[in-house]
Every structure is written in structure tokens, then in C-alpha cells.
T-cell receptor, first 116, second 116 residues
């Protein structure tokens, strides 16, 4: 069965600090996708990134970067030079690429507060 | 560019009443998903459709819940004889299968249900 663990319930930083959100996943699938979504106070889940399990290359998009380590089953998310607008709940999610199930399995989320 | 839309955004009802929510997916998206999110938790999968066909249902979807997507476009989620435990945010997502981006689910703003 799939499981996603986000051990950090809440993180609070001061603007311009770097912050890393941890995600550890469990799966029996040989191939799978990993995702990060952002949920601002408005409530809508905003897609940030999708990573296929066979692609372990790290990715950078502006101030965002993702570190995928298959050996430790982790897919961590770093925000560089955080801004107040980054305040949100961030969810990591997993789903298999095979087997027919289309459901995303989410972690419980990490609430990030960026203070001015 | 129109994203996933959901109506109503908020619904307050008394225990025992029936409620119905609507989801309009991104135009041309052939897959539509329903999730439920309670406070402090990540979204949990309920069901999904490919076109008109309901292909997967979670055990969370009790007999009181029914979802339809009659013409393969919008979908409705009905809850009969609501209970206080049904209070949650109901999220809808859509995706387009058979493209390179097929596994990315894009979410709507959700419908927040409060059962008194």
C-alpha cells in the first residue's frame, strides 16, 4: 500500500530564509509518480511538480527546487529566499504509474508560515 | 483559461438533509476525480470517472454517496441523509489522459460542507 509521510506539521520562517519541506514515501510499485501541491488559504490545490520514479535528476524552477532520492524514498522541496506569498500548506503525493489506480495518495501536509 | 470550477463554494445543511455538489472540469479533460479533505489532513480519494464511466470508487464512498458524470462533462456528487461526520471540503480535479501530461490532476477551489 502507498503511504506518504510529511513529518513536519508546521514550519515558521522569516522572509528571505531558505526552507526545506520533507516528504518520505512508501510504495510497492516499481514505477510511480511523486507530486507536490500548494494549498494557500483560499483552499485551491495548486500543482507544483510531478516527478517520475525513473528520473532521479533534481529540478529547479525559480526559487523552488526538488531533491528526489530513491535510495531513501524521499522527495524534498526547498524554497530559497522565502516570501510571505509562499505561506500555505504544502502536500506531497504519490500514485503508481501502473496497476490502473488513478488515485493520488497525499501526506498530511506541512503548513509553512513566512513572516515579514 | 478556465480551470476546474465547483459550486457551491460553501454549503451549510442540517443533519439528515441531502446535498448535491457540482464540478465542471477543465474543458476537454476526460478524467474527473472527487476527493474529500478534513481539517488538518490531506485530500482523500473518493472516486473517478473517465468520460461517463465511473472506474474507481474508494471504500470511503458509503452508500449515502453517489457521483455521476452523465455526459462526460460536468459531474455531481450527492450525499444523502447527511451526518456531522460528512463535514469536510470536497475537492474536484480533472486531467487529460493519453498525453504526456496525462497524470497531472488539476484541482478546483472545493466545496466546503458544514453539517449542523
Amino acid at each position: 500500500a502507498q503511504k506518504v509521510t510529511q513529518a513536519q506539521t508546521e514550519i515558521s520562517v522569516v522572509e528571505k530564509e531558505d526552507v526545506t519541506l520533507d516528504c518520505v514515501y512508501e510504495t510497492r510499485d516499481t514505477t510511480y509518480y511523486l507530486f507536490w501541491y500548494k494549498q494557500p488559504p483560499s483552499g485551491e490545490l495548486v500543482f507544483l511538480i510531478r516527478r517520475n520514479s525513473f528520473d532521479e535528476q533534481n529540478e529547479i524552477s525559480g526559487r523552488y527546487s526538488w531533491n528526489f532520492q530513491k535510495s531513501t524514498s524521499s522527495f524534498n522541496f526547498t524554497i530559497t529566499a522565502s516570501q510571505v506569498v509562499d505561506s500555505a500548506v504544502y502536500f506531497c503525493a504519490n500514485r503508481p504509474t501502473q496497476g490502473g489506480s488513478e488515485k493520488l495518495v497525499f501526506g498530511k501536509g506541512t503548513k509553512l508560515t513566512v513572516n515579514p | 483559461d478556465t480551470g476546474v470550477s465547483q459550486n457551491p463554494r460553501h454549503k451549510i445543511t442540517k443533519r439528515g438533509q441531502n446535498v448535491t455538489f457540482r464540478c465542471d472540469p477543465i474543458s476537454e479533460h476526460n478524467r474527473l476525480y472527487w476527493y474529500r479533505q478534513t481539517l488538518g489532513q490531506g485530500p482523500e480519494f473518493l472516486t473517478y470517472f473517465q468520460n461517463e464511466a465511473q472506474l474507481e470508487k474508494s471504500r470511503l464512498l458509503s452508500d449515502r454517496f453517489s457521483a455521476e458524470r452523465p455526459k462526460g462533462s460536468f459531474s455531481t456528487l450527492e450525499i444523502q441523509r447527511t451526518e456531522q461526520g460528512d463535514s469536510a471540503m470536497y475537492l474536484c480535479a480533472s486531467s487529460l489522459a493519453r498525453t504526456r501530461d496525462r497524470d497531472t490532476q488539476y484541482f478546483g477551489p472545493g466545496t466546503r460542507l458544514t453539517v449542523l
